[in-house]
DNA sequence: TCTCCCATGTCTACGGTGTAAACTACGCCG
DNA sequence: CGGCGTAGTTTACACCGTAGACATGGGAGA
């Protein structure tokens, strides 16, 4: 081909590693976790799947890229208050982050915490348990207590019923829940009325970061 | 081939829902999570990888299979003590399998909780916070904050430089770790001299699973 | 200005995945 | 014996990550 000018001629601008990793945060932000290939990442910036391969070492060093740039885009909290609720700030805009992408929390799971940003980021946390009074070892039990919080995100196996689920069919729903009637107890009383969002609660979320961080409080002032 | 009787002729005996889980159990056992292939577990059974498309749906089928053997193989706590003691053991016990399963952490979060077995054990401990006075909502409220630990394991997103990783070459990731002054000193602090496990760390796990549970405790009685 | 090189992107290919569809072989039952 | 259902095989397709050879174009040096 002569140089056709497609559209806006997006490819003239030479591919690069920042350009390659935010196409990839888009295309997942749009697309969820399984938009994200090689080949869709490429078709993506008008670009053979192969042409990536210059500007990340393979699938893995693109993931790597891609958790550095979440991580990266967690505020630190304004350090005024005190460990508490410093934390407490961090877990939340960590939560914000991983709210708008929701597919970060399985990239962050699979690749690991092990890059410089996280290590800065894990950094930061552990000097706000230090200048807030604990000990080494209690630090080292709270980063492993709060591990998924101060990342935003909790382990939550339980898929709440959602305004999305009830459509298929309400009927079919309730007669396979039968046999489980604390189960369904449940379900009717947490229905979640104040469709809160997407991926998880927010009440939740908070429930579970106080309770978290008023038993760390207590074992550290116990002592 | 006119039925030459290859090694004990284990193709014999008919394909089964149940021969296929156990195997594709073992082979997991084995190989990790990745060797989870149909056609691996084809090979594994001596017999074409879709001949398992039989008696499995297809491996999403095969997955929540897979959920339904590990979650059953999760021990009822014998019901003596009051809830708390329960729940402890009822987490422990979860642990013991997660343990001799590693891989099967990520097929839990991988197809969730909405299989028989798993509703079961969810009504099994909905059962126990009710005897122990929980209101339903907060009954709801522990089901969320122990969600993970309740199946055996906790969101652990920091790898513990634990006894393999080391040995590649120690200089260079000290070097790599300069920098983050905190983090070296919790990673020499918490060098684990105790080899306790591959996956996790049993004090780790005893310390969040106390601490919650206390946290429980507090917020059911002032409630 | 000519030339060469190298960076960037492309093409082809390989082994892996899940699975749809057609086909084969066997045992059972009427 | 005829037929039928069941279990397993074969083939094929679309997708995945990626190794390796190739095309191309622009900038540096002669």
Same mark, same amino acid.
């Given at each position: 081909? +002569? ?21 990839? +945060? ?78 970060? *929390?399985?990239?962050?799971?699979? *690749? ?44 939550d196996l339980f898929e709440e ?21 604390? +189960?369904?107890?449940l379900?009717?009383?947490a229905?979640?009325?104040? +469709? ?28």
């Amino acid at each position: 081909m +002569v140089t056709e000018p497609n559209t806006t001629d997006e490819r003239r601008t030479p591919l690069t590693r920042d350009r390659v990793l935010q196409a990839a +945060v888009d295309l997942a932000d749009r697309g969820g976790n399984e938009a994200l290939s090689m080949r869709k990442l490429g078709q993506e910036l008008g670009v053979d799947a192969m042409a990536l391969y210059r500007h990340v070492r393979g699938k893995d060093d693109l993931l790597d890229g891609l958790v550095e740039v979440i991580v990266g885009q967690i505020e630190r909290p304004t350090s005024g208050g005190d460990w508490r609720a410093n934390l407490r700030e961090q877990a939340m805009a960590a939560r914000n982050v991983m709210l708008s992408h929701p597919w970060a *929390r399985r990239v962050l799971e699979e *690749r690991g915490t092990g890059g410089p940003a996280c290590l800065a980021y894990v950094e930061s946390v552990l000097a706000t348990l230090h200048d807030g009074g604990f000990s080494i070892e209690l630090a080292h039990h709270a980063l492993h207590v709060l591990s998924s919080r101060i990342f935003g995100f909790t382990q939550d196996l339980f898929e709440e019923p959602g305004p999305a689920d009830p459509p298929p069919d309400a009927a079919a729903m309730l007669r396979a829940l039968a046999g489980y009637p604390r +189960v369904v107890e449940l379900a009717m009383a947490a229905s979640h009325e104040g +469709v809160l969002g997407p991926c998880d609660d927010d009440v939740e979320f908070a429930f579970g970061l106080d309770l978290t961080l008023d038993g760390l409080e207590r074992v550290r002032a116990g002592a």
